[in-house]
C-alpha cells in the first residue's frame, strides 16, 4: 500500500466503483459455444472461433449502455448485440434463445474481499454509495449478489446519461449524499486511474486507487492492492471485525 499527506480526519462517506473494484464480469464463452452450436449454419463452432466476437459484444454493452434509460430501450439494445454476435458466428436462432444465452453465460464475480469491507464499512457507520459506469440493472445486480443492503443509495451512470470521469456523475453523488459542501468527507474508491481516480479528483473528492495489477496514479490519495487495506489508512483505519 502506498499514500500521501493530506487525509482528513476522518472520511464519513465512501463512494465505491463497482466493476473491476467489488467484482470482475467473466464470459463462459465454452458455455456460450455449447449453447448456440445447434444453431450453428457455418460449420463446427468452437470456442476459438467465437471468443473474440462474444467478448467484442461484452465490449459493445459497457461503451454503448449510457444511451438506453428505459428497460425497454437496454432490452432492444442487447437483443440487437446478440443478434450481431449470432450473425457473425453464421448461428441462426430464436432471438429471444440469443438474449437468454448472453445473460445466462455472463457472470459477476466478486473478489474474496469484497463482502467482508462492505460489512467493515457498514459496522463503522460509514455511509456508502455505489457510484459507477453500469447500465440501468446495477441496482439489481447488487441486490442479486445480497450487497444492496450495505450501500445508502447507488449511482449508476446509465440512469444519470453521464459517465466517469465526468464531474456529473460525482456532483450528483454528492448531493445524493449530502455531502455537496463538505467533500472533504468524502472518499472514491476505484479501479480505473482515469474514470476513478481523475474523475473524482476534479471535483475535489480524495480517491483511493485499487490496483490490482500494478497500476498507479500520481492523483490518488493512496494506492491499495485490495480492498482490505482501506481499513489501514488514515481516514478509514481500524482492522475489520469478525
Known amino acids: 500500500m502506498s499514500g500521501s499527506p493530506g487525509y482528513a480526519q476522518s472520511y464519513e462517506t465512501v463512494f465505491l466503483d463497482i466493476d473491476g473494484t467489488l467484482l470482475w464480469v467473466d464470459l463462459d464463452v465454452e458455455g456460450y459455444v455449447a449453447d448456440l452450436a445447434p444453431y450453428s449454419r457455418g460449420g463446427a463452432l468452437t470456442v476459438e472461433r467465437a471468443e473474440a466476437p462474444v467478448w467484442k459484444s461484452v465490449r459493445r454493452h ?9 428497460p425497454d430501450e437496454l432490452a432492444a439494445f442487447k437483443r440487437e448485440n446478440a443478434l450481431r454476435v449470432a450473425r457473425e458466428l453464421e448461428a441462426e436462432a430464436p432471438d429471444e434463445l440469443l438474449e437468454e444465452i448472453s445473460d445466462r453465460r455472463i457472470s459477476f464475480n466478486p473478489y474474496p474481499e469484497s463482502e467482508k469491507v462492505l460489512a467493515g464499512l457498514r459496522e463503522r457507520g460509514k455511509k456508502v454509495y455505489a457510484v459507477s459506469n453500469w447500465d440501468i ?8 449478489l445480497g450487497w444492496l443492503g450495505y450501500f445508502d443509495a447507488v449511482i449508476a451512470s446509465a440512469e444519470l446519461g453521464i459517465e466517469k470521469p465526468d464531474s456529473g456523475i460525482f456532483e450528483e453523488a454528492l448531493r445524493v449524499a449530502g455531502e455537496s459542501e463538505s467533500r472533504e468527507r468524502v472518499v472514491h474508491v476505484g479501479n480505473d486511474t482515469v474514470s476513478d481516480v481523475a474523475g473524482a479528483a476534479s471535483c475535489g473528492i480524495d ?26 489508512l488514515p481516514g478509514l483505519a481500524g482492522g475489520i471485525n469478525g
Request: hydrophobic fraction near 40%; charge should be negative; glycine fraction near 4%.
Open 62 to 70: 459497457i461503451d454503448g449502455n449510457i444511451n438506453y434509460r428505459t
Open 137 to 144: 440493472t446495477l441496482t439489481e445486480t447488487l441486490a442479486e
Open 207 to 232: 480517491a483511493v486507487l485499487v490496483s490490482r495489477h500494478g497500476e498507479s496514479a500520481e492523483e490518488a490519495k493512496a494506492v491499495v492492492s485490495d480492498l482490505t487495506e482501506l481499513f489501514e
